[in-house]
């Protein structure tokens, strides 16, 4: 019994590590949708971030200018994802998709030319340059797994509870009666992108420089796209969205577990398929599962001002 309440404490303690970078990116994604941005983006962004905080955390010596570059990387192409879709009104998705396509390749070209490591950094194994663990009583684990679970009630609070929150939900659906209240919907779907922004850059420095020790090339292996399917899942609510991230790390965590293990009258499991599981879940829930998931009514629909 003692074995097996260990064995469910490390399984727990793996799904909340795992589940962090998809808390954050997920928050920073309900930032942007409940605007009426669509942002297929976050995968991107995250990578960037990911690159910059293990390169500069490995040329300064310091986590903390790593942290500061990935937020200021992943705040760059949240701007050009505003620029194009808010200010010159083009499609969300493709705007999305493009960012992705432009991390992948960036943080490969730059790894290789910076560092010659085939599109790695080098390893962080100096002191300072890893976030390591900080330890409260009765729990111990790294200050972003903190900074996640705080981010949950903060942003219900922002949405539900605030000025902001209010006008940002506005103009999700009508930004048309935001307007005409007197209100900026170009500044306030700004503010949403760059909102998103700010997490998808805590969540790869996350990536980077506290789960691993350094980046690696297409590190975040579709984490943006399973945070975004967790803000859908979730209905475009935080705690429900947290409760998906929750269940996505789950389900990570068990197939780090179960690599290698023989499982009565089935044997071992593919590795693959182990793999695939958090990917299947996503497809399964994306396709229908979870019930109706109604949209903010205003989501993908580029705004013109009236004149």
Known sequence: MADIGTLVL???????????????????????????????????????????????????????????????????????????????????????????????????????????????????????QRLLPIFFPGAGDNILVYAALTSVPLTWWIVARTRFGLRLRAVGEMPLAVEAAGISVTWLRYRAVLLCGLFSGLAGAYLAIAQNAGFSRDMTAGQGFIALAAVIFGKWRPFPAFGACLMFGLLDAVAIRLQGVRLPGIGEVPVQLIQALPYLLTIFLLAGFIGRAIAPKAIGVPYQKEH
């Open 10 to 128: 490390l399984t727990l303690a793996a799904t909340l590590r795992v589940a962090t970078p998809l808390i954050l990116c997920a928050m920073g994604g309900l930032f942007s949708e409940r605007s009426g941005i669509i942002d297929v983006g976050l995968e991107g962004k995250m990578l960037v971030a990911a690159f910059f905080a293990a390169a500069v955390s490995a040329v300064s010596g310091s986590a903390w200018a790593g942290v500061a570059a990935a937020i200021v990387a992943a705040e760059m192409l949240a701007l050009l994802h505003g620029f194009a879709c808010i200010t010159h009104r083009g499609n969300q998705v493709v705007s999305g998709v493009a960012i992705n396509i432009l991390a992948a390749g960036l943080t490969v070209v730059l790894g290789a030319a910076w560092f010659a490591r085939g599109g790695q950094t080098p390893a962080l194994e100096a002191a300072g």
